[in-house]
């Protein structure tokens, strides 16, 4: 089995997310990275109820030091998590075929108003200084022309 080699960061958009029974989540109304969400020609959005699922992966020889997770829409922060240290890397012995450390992270919003277009993404700050950016949703008044897939 290859390790990881680099950190990476992902986030999952959605409406909704459920707890189910033995630990497993159920995600509802899940948006497709790169894809516009319509904005009203007039007023704000409002996302009644909004998600955002974030892993952060490292290798096994570069364990998390610290940890920052942001919501932002372009360069404005909307929501900012600091986790504790103790919590970023699991303390379980090194088990036969592991690839690295994931952390996650789930993000629950109720009533989000976006007062304007621009672009919401889920931003992870690594050890202080290394930022990484995972795609995010586009909303936009312009109309989406393209085909769903």
Known sequence: MQTIDARSVSAIYC????????????VVGMYPQG???QFPAQGAVMLHKF??????????????????????LDDEVLHH?????DALNE???????????????VMEFGNMVLSREGVLRF??????????ECPGLEFTK????GNAH
Request: net charge positive; aromatic share 2%.
């Open 142 to 145: 312009k109309p989406h022309t």
């Open 91 to 105: 303390r379980e012995p090194t088990r036969p075929g592991r690839k690295g450390f994931t952390a996650q992270l």
């Open 35 to 37: 894809s516009p969400v």
């Open 51 to 72: 998600c955002v699922i974030g892993h952060i992966r490292t290798p096994l020889d570069r364990p998390l030091k610290s940890l920052v997770c942001e919501l932002r």
């Open 81 to 85: 998590v600091e986790l504790p240290p």
């Open 15 to 26: 409406d909704d997310i459920r707890q189910e029974v033995g630990g497993k989540i159920t």
């Open 123 to 132: 931003v992870a700050i690594v050890d202080g200084t290394e930022v990484y």
